[in-house]
């Protein structure tokens, strides 16, 4: 076998390749790894973790780039110039200035007058990339590249090349599009050549004009829960103390609302988006909202212990998780695994609160999801007795005081959860609003947990609170008064795009004041 590999592999080029690929990855990637470190840097430990198994996929990644180049000796040389000059300015900016090589970039970048890139010229970068261009130079030199007369490593050559192109003109590993030179090769080509309209979906954010008046360090949080019911919430009327620290909360609201849908990945992308429960079939075709908070500067984060990347995977145009500056999702991350309690987020929620920025984050969590058992620490079991979250169970199996029992420990842990994150954001200029994306039966007419056809009461009515912190209130009193006014309505997750972007005071045609909590107006009508 090895005597095979060394007459038709050319070791030699292979060893070039992947060197070339160290280099470049510890050259201009550092920036992005850098960039990453902030936001995951509560958990030192699984940071680096993150990290390190980061670097390795991007590694492969980038072997694959140099070794496709380096199927003619001229592609080679062009390819790595190419790629080691756009990988210099990209990390530059990016380690300099927090600017990313985003599609919201795109624009600004290619469209930029030869006389304004002039007066962005520094001594810093002009040495940066005479560096770097110098160190590309180097190492061609150095190795000697040349076309291989081998066969089999031509076209094993060929069909890197091939992988790499078709991966820059629709990416099949997103994670990639995080680094260089993926994320801006990728945002390029569809910048010059637009979206497949197969795969096309409209921007929201450049399709209108918005007008943004918000505060430089206000802070919006968007929790979305999980199979959560309305009606097991002690603050609710629910005779069971399920909410001891929600209940004692000031400045806190509770509403009654109706759920887009009973399943997640519907209501989820219902709840971000402009169109309601009525035009669930246009949802798909457009951005959310968080490409609008996006382009407006807004620092955007996602956090989640559950991820619906899944649902997008045939889906046109990609997902909301491609809007945000930054996402956090289980799925090939270490951060947060399958099944991570929610408190998990709470330390990543505290380190991206540090800074005074504009910012809006959406924490998604796992909260009463199927197996309730599974969904709280032991130390959040006060109802018993409840199901052994370690044990797989079958919901139509169990035991009905037990499996009651566990849904309302999970709603306990909700609370600990939500009441965890508003101290966190108490002394900020912040809104919270939270709101499941579906309810749940629990045995009514021998229903069980949810997805059942139709408009099923206790799978559609959900809880939706909004919390204003005492700095937020002071600053914007009608805003609370306008909550206070709807305290007694029962609304719907339509109300949840347009109330964001108003409580934000971001401008719009296509924010329906009528549909913003933060406005009285309607309400005062009913």
């Not at 756009?86 to 200035?97: D, R, W």
């Not at 150095?142 to 078709?166: G, W």
């Not at 005071?505 to 009285?520: P, Q, T, Y």
Request: glycine fraction near 6%.
């Amino acid at each position: 076998m090895f005597k095979f590999i060394q007459k038709h592999l050319d070791i030699t080029l292979l060893r070039s390749s992947l060197v070339f690929a160290l280099i470049y990855c510890v050259l201009f990637n550092s920036a992005v790894f850098i960039y990453k470190f902030e936001y995951y840097q509560a958990d030192i430990l699984t940071a680096i973790l993150e990290l390190v198994k980061d670097f390795v996929y991007v590694l492969v990644s980038l072997f694959l780039f140099f070794f496709g180049l380096s199927l003619h000796r001229v592609l080679f040389i062009v390819g790595s110039l190419i790629l080691f000059i756009t990988g210099a300015l990209a990390s530059y900016y990016l380690f300099f200035f927090s600017i990313a090589p985003t599609p919201a970039m795109m624009p600004a970048l290619f469209g930029t007058h030869p006389t304004e890139v002039y007066e962005l010229v520094s001594a810093r970068i002009v040495v940066w990339l005479f560096f770097s261009v110098g160190i590309c130079l180097y190492s061609i030199k150095h190795f000697n590249i040349q076309t291989t007369k081998m066969f089999l490593t031509r076209i094993l050559s060929a069909v890197c090349l091939l992988i790499i192109v078709v991966n820059i003109i629709n990416p099949k590993f997103s994670f990639l599009k995080s680094y260089f030179p993926m994320q801006y090769l990728h945002n390029g080509y569809v910048f010059f050549m637009g979206p497949s309209k197969e795969y096309a979906k409209e921007d929201i954010s450049s399709k209108f004009t918005f007008i943004d008046s918000s505060d430089k360090d206000v802070v919006g949080v968007l929790v979305i829960g999980e199979s959560a019911r309305y009606s097991n919430f002690a603050i609710n009327g629910y005779e069971r103390n399920t909410t001891p620290n929600l209940s004692k909360i000031d400045n806190l609201a509770s509403f009654k609302a109706h759920a887009c849908a009973n399943t997640t990945y519907l209501s989820v992308p219902c709840m971000l988006s402009r169109y309601g429960e009525k035009d669930l079939n246009l949802i798909d075709t457009e951005t959310s909202m968080l490409s609008i908070l996006t382009r407006l500067g807004f620092d955007t984060v996602w956090m989640g212990t559950q991820s619906i990347t899944k649902y997008y995977k045939n889906k046109p145009g990609g997902s909301f998780y491609d809007e945000v500056n930054f996402h956090m999702i289980p799925g090939g991350s270490l951060v947060f695994l399958p099944n991570s309690h929610d408190g998990q987020m709470l330390p990543h929620l505290e380190k991206n609160l540090e800074s005074n920025s504009k910012k809006f984050l959406v924490l998604h969590s796992t909260g009463s999801h199927w197996n309730y058992g599974e969904r709280y620490p032991r130390e959040f079991a006060q109802f018993q007795p409840d199901l052994d979250g370690s044990i797989k169970h079958d919901a139509s199996s169990c035991n009905k005081e037990e499996l009651i029992n566990s849904y309302d420990n999970s709603i306990l842990y909700t609370d600990f959860f939500l009441s965890s994150v508003i101290d966190r954001l108490k002394d900020k200029k912040a809104f919270m609003i939270y709101a499941s994306d579906h309810g749940e039966s629990l045995g009514e007419r021998g229903r069980l947990t949810h997805g059942g056809d139709g408009d099923i009461p206790e799978q559609r009515t959900v809880p939706l609170m909004v919390w204003m912190s005492d700095s937020y209130k002071e600053a914007y009193p009608d805003k609370w008064s306008a909550i206070e006014v709807a305290k007694s309505k029962e609304i719907s997750h339509d109300y949840i795009f347009h109330s964001i972007l108003d409580c934000l005071g971001i401008e719009s045609v296509i924010i329906d004041k009528e549909l913003s909590l933060c406005r009285a107006n309607s309400f005062e009508k009913g």
